[in-house]
């Protein structure tokens, strides 16, 4: 059982050290363009959505590489790793999942104020969405402090990390509620509300506004789909909970398992995002193509100063 353990928790250090490094090459690359050109509101708006996204994506994979660095360690050489900073960890982990929530929640809202609502000035506000993952960021911390204050976070000497164990049950449907039941209730109402307009309109639009809604629509499907996938990646974590709350017991392979999990949708987060997000996807196409263009164009005028 040990065995299973470390070789899951090693597979999850390098899935998230490499999910890492990818979000954390993103981020820097739309920081970079966001800096050194001139966007239009809108563009400008999307880009922070994204600086949004992916600078809690990096936060909290990077988190959990170093929660598995603790497994693995722990299982390789016995290491003790209880601590304050352990109970840290899995508070902190709760406020960046949340967050990473709410952060989809945001660009559907963009899109509402867009599509039902464009003469409400500040829900297309640049300043907005800059103030908007602040105030959710300490309310997510103030929410997940209560399973610290009480002491449901426990040190697992098996795992070598620090958790809320399923069997408590009520910690467990806090954080579930709070981490992404709350945002994913407010993302169906935003879409649903959204939908009901369109289908309500009496005067037929214009073309070019006809094809606004549509866009803004079809983005919101997609914000949906890269919902579904980190809900969806969290079913084996839903069955160990059960299982957990059935037998009132913890199994030793229920957060190697969650983790694992958890590290692949973090993946699909990052790429989903990029191919999803026409803004973002047009940079990444232009780094690709300049980084192709390079070495050609190097080896060229080397072969003709060689002719020469």
């Not at 500040?122 to 300043?127: A, C, D, I």
Request: charged share 10%.
């Amino acid at each position: 059982m040990n065995q299973i353990v470390f070789i899951l928790c090693f597979m999850t250090l390098i899935i998230c050290s490499l999910t890492c490094l990818f979000s954390c090459g993103i981020l820097i690359c739309i920081i970079h363009h966001l800096y050194y050109n001139r966007l239009q509101q809108e563009d400008r708006i999307i880009i922070i959505h994204c600086i949004n996204i992916y600078s809690l994506v990096s936060a909290y994979i990077g988190l959990l590489a170093v929660i598995n660095i603790q497994s693995v360690l722990g299982n390789l050489y016995g290491y003790d790793f209880n601590s304050s900073w352990c109970i840290f960890s899995e508070y902190l982990i709760s406020i960046l999942i949340s967050s990473l929530y709410w952060a989809f929640v945001n660009q559907t809202l963009f899109r509402l104020g867009r599509v039902v609502y464009p003469t409400i000035r500040w829900l297309q506000s640049y300043r907005l969405y800059i103030i908007l993952p602040l105030i959710e960021l300490i309310s997510s911390c103030i929410l997940m402090s209560l399973v610290v204050f009480l002491h449901n976070v426990v040190y697992s000497p098996e795992n070598y990390y620090c958790f809320v164990p399923f069997t408590r049950v009520f910690s467990e449907l806090w954080l579930a509620l709070h981490s992404y039941g709350s945002q994913i209730g407010v993302l169906l109402f935003i879409y649903i509300r959204i939908t009901i307009f369109l289908r309500r309109q009496t005067n037929t639009p214009t073309l070019v506004v006809k094809q606004r809604q549509d866009r803004d629509l079809l983005i919101i499907r997609r914000i949906l789909i890269i919902v579904a996938l980190l809900i969806s990646l969290g079913i084996p974590g839903i069955v160990f909970l059960v299982k957990s709350f059935i037998t009132n017991t913890d199994d030793l392979l229920t957060f190697p398992f969650v983790f694992f999990f958890i590290s692949i949708s973090m993946i699909g987060v990052c790429i989903s995002t990029i191919i999803f997000t026409p803004q973002l996807k047009m940079i990444v196409v232009k780094i690709i193509q300049h980084n192709r263009v390079t070495p050609l164009n190097d080896g060229l005028f080397g072969s003709i100063a060689t002719r020469q």
